[in-house]
Nanobody, 123 residues
Framework: QVQLVESGGGLVQAGGSLRLSCAAS????????MGWFRQAPGKQREFVAAITWRGSTYYADSVKGRFTISRDNAKNTADLQMNNLKPEDTAVYYC?????????????????WGQGTQVTVSS
């Protein structure tokens, strides 16, 4: 089992920045691919970013150039740095872990999920 806890959400004005952190406990963190997803009210959960255990990254087109995913296997954390935030980035953001070696954009590939953290961007 892997337990994931997100932190760092909040309210920010458009153009601002936030850094989300995902703390993992349980099985060997470094063996897991990590991802961030988000879900806005009335919409389906969507992929944001992913990082493999080796550090290869992949981003949704909507966040490319603004968001950066990273991981620290020694600290069992996976972070999402979000810059130049837009109102359309408002959503609950979820951290997820997958027993895969590649960066997946599909939520069904992920085995463990955090409880989510709210990000609200005002215009």
């Amino acid at each position: 089992q892997v337990q994931l806890v997100e932190s760092g959400g909040g309210l920010v004005q458009a153009g601002g920045s936030l850094r989300l952190s995902c703390a993992a406990s349980g099985r060997t963190f470094s063996n897991y691919g990590m991802g961030w997803f988000r879900q806005a009210p009335g919409k389906q959960r969507e992929f944001v970013a992913a990082i493999t255990w080796r550090g290869s990254t992949y981003y949704a087109d909507s966040v490319k150039g603004r968001f950066t995913i990273s991981r620290d296997n020694a600290k069992n954390t996976a972070d999402l740095q979000m810059n130049n935030l837009k109102p359309e980035d408002t959503a609950v953001y979820y951290c997820a872990a997958a027993k895969i070696t590649y960066a997946s954009t599909r939520s069904r590939d992920y085995d463990y999920w955090g409880q989510g953290t709210q990000v609200t961007v005002s215009s």
